[in-house]
Protein backbone atom coordinates (compact mmCIF):
# COMPACT_ATOMS: atom_id res chain seq x y z
CA UNK A 1 0.00 0.00 0.00
CA UNK A 2 1.45 3.42 -1.02
CA UNK A 3 0.99 6.16 1.89
CA UNK A 4 1.47 8.69 -0.93
CA UNK A 5 -0.49 9.09 -4.59
CA UNK A 6 1.65 8.09 -7.54
CA UNK A 7 1.21 11.50 -8.81
CA UNK A 8 1.80 14.86 -7.06
CA UNK A 9 -0.39 16.50 -8.88
CA UNK A 10 -3.19 19.01 -7.69
CA UNK A 11 -6.62 18.16 -8.88
CA UNK A 12 -7.63 21.20 -10.49
CA UNK A 13 -11.25 21.33 -10.71
CA UNK A 14 -13.53 22.41 -7.78
CA UNK A 15 -13.27 19.41 -5.70
CA UNK A 16 -16.59 17.97 -4.73
CA UNK A 17 -15.84 16.61 -1.14
CA UNK A 18 -16.72 13.20 -0.54
CA UNK A 19 -20.07 12.76 1.64
CA UNK A 20 -18.81 11.54 4.61
CA UNK A 21 -14.76 13.07 4.03
CA UNK A 22 -15.07 14.93 7.50
CA UNK A 23 -16.11 11.92 9.49
CA UNK A 24 -13.06 10.57 8.41
CA UNK A 25 -10.02 13.14 9.19
CA UNK A 26 -6.55 13.95 10.57
CA UNK A 27 -6.47 16.19 13.68
CA UNK A 28 -5.84 19.78 11.93
CA UNK A 29 -2.15 20.46 11.54
CA UNK A 30 -2.70 24.04 10.37
CA UNK A 31 -1.73 26.63 13.53
CA UNK A 32 -3.96 28.33 14.79
CA UNK A 33 -3.30 31.98 17.34
CA UNK A 34 -5.93 33.27 19.09
CA UNK A 35 -4.29 36.68 19.23
CA UNK A 36 -3.91 36.73 15.55
CA UNK A 37 -7.90 36.27 15.62
CA UNK A 38 -8.80 39.09 17.71
CA UNK A 39 -6.23 40.86 15.71
CA UNK A 40 -8.31 39.73 12.50
CA UNK A 41 -12.10 40.86 13.86
CA UNK A 42 -10.44 44.21 14.75
CA UNK A 43 -9.13 45.21 11.49
CA UNK A 44 -12.69 44.44 10.33
CA UNK A 45 -14.45 46.28 12.77
CA UNK A 46 -15.67 43.50 15.41
CA UNK A 47 -13.86 43.88 18.72
CA UNK A 48 -14.48 40.40 20.34
CA UNK A 49 -14.13 39.25 23.77
CA UNK A 50 -10.52 37.19 23.89
CA UNK A 51 -11.37 35.13 26.58
CA UNK A 52 -14.90 33.98 24.68
CA UNK A 53 -12.85 32.22 22.25
CA UNK A 54 -13.99 28.76 21.40
CA UNK A 55 -12.77 26.48 18.69
CA UNK A 56 -14.46 24.20 16.59
CA UNK A 57 -12.17 22.36 14.05
CA UNK A 58 -14.98 20.24 11.68
CA UNK A 59 -14.44 22.13 8.34
CA UNK A 60 -12.40 20.83 6.55
CA UNK A 61 -11.96 24.28 4.48
CA UNK A 62 -12.76 26.72 7.28
CA UNK A 63 -12.27 26.79 10.75
CA UNK A 64 -14.94 28.08 12.96
CA UNK A 65 -14.49 29.98 15.56
CA UNK A 66 -17.28 31.01 18.47
CA UNK A 67 -16.74 34.62 19.43
CA UNK A 68 -18.75 37.39 21.65
CA UNK A 69 -18.61 40.83 20.67
CA UNK A 70 -20.71 44.22 21.10
CA UNK A 71 -22.86 41.50 23.95
CA UNK A 72 -23.74 39.79 21.09
CA UNK A 73 -22.53 35.67 19.83
CA UNK A 74 -20.91 35.57 16.82
CA UNK A 75 -19.28 33.15 14.62
CA UNK A 76 -15.89 33.58 12.66
CA UNK A 77 -15.46 31.55 10.02
CA UNK A 78 -11.93 31.08 9.18
CA UNK A 79 -10.34 29.87 5.40
CA UNK A 80 -7.89 27.10 5.82
CA UNK A 81 -6.15 27.66 2.87
CA UNK A 82 -6.31 30.28 -0.25
CA UNK A 83 -8.24 28.08 -2.75
CA UNK A 84 -11.46 28.06 -0.68
CA UNK A 85 -11.90 31.92 -1.20
CA UNK A 86 -13.03 32.13 -4.58
CA UNK A 87 -16.56 30.02 -3.55
CA UNK A 88 -17.40 32.56 -0.70
CA UNK A 89 -19.26 34.56 -3.23
CA UNK A 90 -21.24 31.21 -4.97
CA UNK A 91 -22.05 30.36 -1.11
CA UNK A 92 -22.99 34.13 -0.15
CA UNK A 93 -25.43 33.48 -3.61
CA UNK A 94 -27.18 30.35 -2.17
CA UNK A 95 -27.74 31.94 1.75
CA UNK A 96 -29.34 34.53 -0.07
CA UNK A 97 -31.43 32.14 -2.59
CA UNK A 98 -32.68 30.09 0.48
CA UNK A 99 -33.11 31.99 3.05
CA UNK A 100 -36.72 32.39 4.49
CA UNK A 101 -37.42 29.27 2.10
CA UNK A 102 -36.44 26.19 3.77
CA UNK A 103 -38.19 26.74 7.41
CA UNK A 104 -34.45 26.92 9.34
CA UNK A 105 -32.43 30.00 9.64
CA UNK A 106 -28.94 30.44 7.60
CA UNK A 107 -26.22 32.56 8.55
CA UNK A 108 -26.25 36.52 7.94
CA UNK A 109 -22.74 37.67 6.97
CA UNK A 110 -21.71 40.76 8.85
CA UNK A 111 -18.32 40.20 7.44
CA UNK A 112 -17.90 39.24 4.39
CA UNK A 113 -13.90 39.36 3.66
CA UNK A 114 -11.13 36.52 2.18
CA UNK A 115 -9.59 36.34 5.65
CA UNK A 116 -13.01 36.46 7.52
CA UNK A 117 -16.45 35.50 7.42
CA UNK A 118 -18.25 37.03 10.72
CA UNK A 119 -21.97 36.38 11.49
CA UNK A 120 -24.44 36.35 14.33
CA UNK A 121 -24.76 33.34 15.67
CA UNK A 122 -28.05 31.19 15.11
CA UNK A 123 -30.24 29.87 17.47
CA UNK A 124 -29.69 26.03 18.09
CA UNK A 125 -26.81 23.98 19.00
CA UNK A 126 -24.83 21.87 16.86
CA UNK A 127 -25.59 18.37 16.72
CA UNK A 128 -22.28 17.29 16.48
CA UNK A 129 -18.66 18.56 16.82
CA UNK A 130 -15.33 17.93 16.25
CA UNK A 131 -12.26 18.36 18.71
CA UNK A 132 -8.59 19.33 17.92
CA UNK A 133 -7.61 16.52 18.32
CA UNK A 134 -10.22 14.64 15.75
CA UNK A 135 -12.35 13.16 17.81
CA UNK A 136 -16.17 13.05 17.22
CA UNK A 137 -18.43 14.77 20.05
CA UNK A 138 -22.51 13.84 19.50
CA UNK A 139 -24.30 16.05 21.33
CA UNK A 140 -28.49 14.32 19.68
CA UNK A 141 -30.04 11.31 19.96
CA UNK A 142 -29.53 9.66 16.40
CA UNK A 143 -32.67 8.03 16.39
CA UNK A 144 -34.66 10.78 17.37
CA UNK A 145 -38.19 11.02 15.71
CA UNK A 146 -38.44 14.32 16.01
CA UNK A 147 -35.04 15.18 13.81
CA UNK A 148 -36.15 12.01 11.70
CA UNK A 149 -39.24 13.87 10.76
CA UNK A 150 -37.43 17.69 10.70
CA UNK A 151 -34.50 16.11 8.71
CA UNK A 152 -37.34 15.15 6.16
CA UNK A 153 -39.18 18.40 5.92
CA UNK A 154 -36.02 20.78 5.51
CA UNK A 155 -34.84 18.54 2.60
CA UNK A 156 -38.06 18.88 1.21
CA UNK A 157 -38.49 22.51 1.39
CA UNK A 158 -34.63 22.58 0.07
CA UNK A 159 -35.40 20.34 -3.18
CA UNK A 160 -38.29 22.08 -4.10
CA UNK A 161 -36.39 25.35 -4.95
CA UNK A 162 -37.10 25.79 -8.82
CA UNK A 163 -33.65 24.82 -10.23
CA UNK A 164 -33.80 27.49 -12.88
CA UNK A 165 -33.47 30.34 -9.93
CA UNK A 166 -30.63 28.38 -8.54
CA UNK A 167 -29.01 28.09 -11.94
CA UNK A 168 -29.92 32.15 -12.26
CA UNK A 169 -28.03 32.87 -8.55
CA UNK A 170 -24.66 30.94 -10.64
CA UNK A 171 -24.62 27.70 -8.57
CA UNK A 172 -23.38 24.75 -10.59
CA UNK A 173 -26.00 22.77 -12.34
CA UNK A 174 -25.33 19.30 -13.45
CA UNK A 175 -28.20 17.04 -14.69
CA UNK A 176 -28.44 13.00 -13.62
CA UNK A 177 -26.65 12.09 -16.79
CA UNK A 178 -23.55 14.61 -15.84
CA UNK A 179 -23.03 13.49 -12.16
CA UNK A 180 -22.58 9.82 -13.42
CA UNK A 181 -20.27 10.98 -16.25
CA UNK A 182 -18.44 12.93 -13.62
CA UNK A 183 -18.07 10.55 -11.30
CA UNK A 184 -16.60 8.00 -14.15
CA UNK A 185 -14.07 10.43 -14.25
CA UNK A 186 -13.48 10.95 -10.38
CA UNK A 187 -13.20 7.76 -9.95
CA UNK A 188 -11.12 7.20 -13.30
CA UNK A 189 -8.86 9.78 -11.69
CA UNK A 190 -8.39 8.26 -8.33
CA UNK A 191 -7.47 4.97 -9.38
CA UNK A 192 -4.76 6.25 -11.77
CA UNK A 193 -3.17 7.86 -8.21
CA UNK A 194 -3.50 5.62 -5.73
CA UNK A 195 -3.99 2.45 -4.99
CA UNK A 196 -7.15 1.04 -5.15
CA UNK A 197 -8.47 -2.13 -3.02
CA UNK A 198 -10.13 -4.08 -6.24
CA UNK A 199 -13.35 -5.05 -4.33
CA UNK A 200 -13.88 -0.89 -4.04
CA UNK A 201 -13.08 -0.64 -7.36
CA UNK A 202 -15.56 -3.34 -8.59
CA UNK A 203 -18.34 -2.05 -6.06
CA UNK A 204 -18.46 1.62 -7.67
CA UNK A 205 -18.29 0.41 -11.17
CA UNK A 206 -21.63 -1.96 -10.30
CA UNK A 207 -22.97 1.34 -8.42
CA UNK A 208 -22.55 3.57 -11.49
CA UNK A 209 -23.79 0.42 -14.12
CA UNK A 210 -27.24 0.29 -12.28
CA UNK A 211 -29.69 2.79 -13.94
CA UNK A 212 -32.40 1.53 -10.93
CA UNK A 213 -29.92 3.34 -8.01
CA UNK A 214 -29.89 6.39 -9.71
CA UNK A 215 -32.83 9.35 -9.67
CA UNK A 216 -33.59 10.66 -12.84
CA UNK A 217 -33.50 14.31 -11.86
CA UNK A 218 -32.09 16.82 -10.01
CA UNK A 219 -32.59 19.15 -7.49
CA UNK A 220 -30.82 22.35 -5.43
CA UNK A 221 -28.95 20.19 -2.47
CA UNK A 222 -26.46 21.49 0.30
CA UNK A 223 -23.83 18.38 -0.50
CA UNK A 224 -22.96 18.30 3.29
CA UNK A 225 -25.89 17.87 5.76
CA UNK A 226 -25.16 15.97 8.83
CA UNK A 227 -25.17 17.28 12.53
CA UNK A 228 -22.13 19.18 12.65
CA UNK A 229 -23.90 21.36 10.06
CA UNK A 230 -27.19 21.62 11.55
CA UNK A 231 -28.26 23.90 14.47
CA UNK A 232 -31.34 21.76 17.00
CA UNK A 233 -33.53 23.67 19.90
CA UNK A 234 -34.23 21.48 22.82
CA UNK A 235 -36.59 19.66 21.11
CA UNK A 236 -34.39 18.35 18.43
CA UNK A 237 -36.12 19.95 15.78
CA UNK A 238 -34.09 21.82 13.14
CA UNK A 239 -33.32 25.47 13.86
CA UNK A 240 -30.29 26.12 11.61
CA UNK A 241 -28.65 25.01 8.44
CA UNK A 242 -24.56 25.72 7.89
CA UNK A 243 -21.69 25.55 5.65
CA UNK A 244 -23.05 25.63 2.79
CA UNK A 245 -19.96 25.83 0.37
CA UNK A 246 -20.37 22.69 -1.48
CA UNK A 247 -24.20 23.37 -2.50
CA UNK A 248 -25.36 23.01 -6.21
CA UNK A 249 -27.87 21.27 -8.05
CA UNK A 250 -27.02 18.07 -8.61
CA UNK A 251 -28.07 14.23 -7.52
CA UNK A 252 -30.74 14.38 -4.47
CA UNK A 253 -29.13 11.37 -2.66
CA UNK A 254 -26.25 13.18 -1.75
CA UNK A 255 -28.28 15.25 1.05
CA UNK A 256 -29.83 11.95 2.46
CA UNK A 257 -26.22 10.20 2.51
CA UNK A 258 -25.20 11.17 5.53
CA UNK A 259 -28.04 11.30 7.10
CA UNK A 260 -28.19 7.15 6.24
CA UNK A 261 -24.94 6.31 7.56
CA UNK A 262 -25.64 7.24 11.07
CA UNK A 263 -29.63 6.08 11.26
CA UNK A 264 -31.04 2.92 11.67
CA UNK A 265 -33.57 1.16 8.61
CA UNK A 266 -36.85 2.79 10.70
CA UNK A 267 -35.37 5.88 11.29
CA UNK A 268 -34.37 6.52 7.20
CA UNK A 269 -37.44 5.44 6.50
CA UNK A 270 -39.47 7.81 8.72
CA UNK A 271 -37.15 10.41 7.15
CA UNK A 272 -38.42 9.49 3.73
CA UNK A 273 -41.80 9.24 4.67
CA UNK A 274 -41.60 12.68 6.50
CA UNK A 275 -39.78 14.09 3.32
CA UNK A 276 -42.63 11.97 1.02
CA UNK A 277 -45.18 13.74 3.00
CA UNK A 278 -44.17 17.54 2.81
CA UNK A 279 -43.96 17.43 -1.47
CA UNK A 280 -40.21 15.40 -1.71
CA UNK A 281 -39.92 13.30 -4.68
CA UNK A 282 -38.12 10.10 -4.31
CA UNK A 283 -37.28 7.01 -6.12
CA UNK A 284 -37.79 3.08 -5.09
CA UNK A 285 -33.72 2.89 -4.33
CA UNK A 286 -32.85 5.59 -2.81
CA UNK A 287 -31.98 4.12 0.69
CA UNK A 288 -29.63 1.46 -1.37
CA UNK A 289 -28.34 4.68 -3.65
CA UNK A 290 -27.82 6.14 -0.14
CA UNK A 291 -25.24 3.25 1.19
CA UNK A 292 -23.50 3.21 -1.95
CA UNK A 293 -22.60 7.31 -2.15
CA UNK A 294 -21.29 6.58 1.17
CA UNK A 295 -18.87 3.74 -0.07
CA UNK A 296 -17.62 5.23 -2.94
CA UNK A 297 -16.78 8.50 -0.04
CA UNK A 298 -13.41 7.77 -0.25
CA UNK A 299 -13.34 9.15 -3.90
CA UNK A 300 -14.20 12.54 -3.13
CA UNK A 301 -11.90 12.59 0.03
CA UNK A 302 -8.85 11.56 -2.34
CA UNK A 303 -9.62 14.14 -4.36
CA UNK A 304 -9.55 16.59 -1.64
CA UNK A 305 -6.03 15.32 -0.62
CA UNK A 306 -4.68 15.84 -3.91
CA UNK A 307 -6.28 19.48 -4.51
CA UNK A 308 -4.32 20.51 -1.23
CA UNK A 309 -1.38 18.49 -1.40
CA UNK A 310 -1.47 18.14 2.60
CA UNK A 311 0.14 14.82 3.36
CA UNK A 312 -2.07 13.81 5.86
CA UNK A 313 -4.91 14.28 4.04
CA UNK A 314 -3.04 12.35 1.47
CA UNK A 315 -2.17 9.13 3.84
CA UNK A 316 -5.73 8.95 4.67
CA UNK A 317 -7.10 9.36 1.94
CA UNK A 318 -4.60 5.92 1.01
CA UNK A 319 -5.59 4.18 4.06
CA UNK A 320 -9.57 4.85 2.92
CA UNK A 321 -8.80 3.15 -0.64
CA UNK A 322 -6.61 0.26 0.47
CA UNK A 323 -7.61 -0.41 4.04
CA UNK A 324 -4.91 -2.98 5.72
CA UNK A 325 -7.59 -5.42 6.57
Known sequence: MRTQPRTARAHRSHPDRSTGSELARPPSTDALDLDDVVALTARHGLEVDPDSLQVNEAGLDFRVIYARADGE????????????????????????????????????????QPSLIAYPLLPGQPGMTIGPDGDLHWHLDLQSPRYADSFGMLLADLHRIDVAEAQAAGLMVQGPDEVRAQWRADVATVADAFDVAPALLDRWQAWLDDDALWPDFSVLT????????????????????????????????????????????????????????????????????????????????????????????????????????
Open 73 to 112: NWVLRLPRRPDVVPRLGPEAAVLELVRDRIGAAVPDWRIQ
Open 222 to 325: HGELYPAHVLLGEDENITAVLDWTTAKVTDPGRDFALHHAVSTPETFARTVAAYEQAGGRTWPRLSDHSAELMAASPVGYALFALHTGVREHLALASIQLDPPF
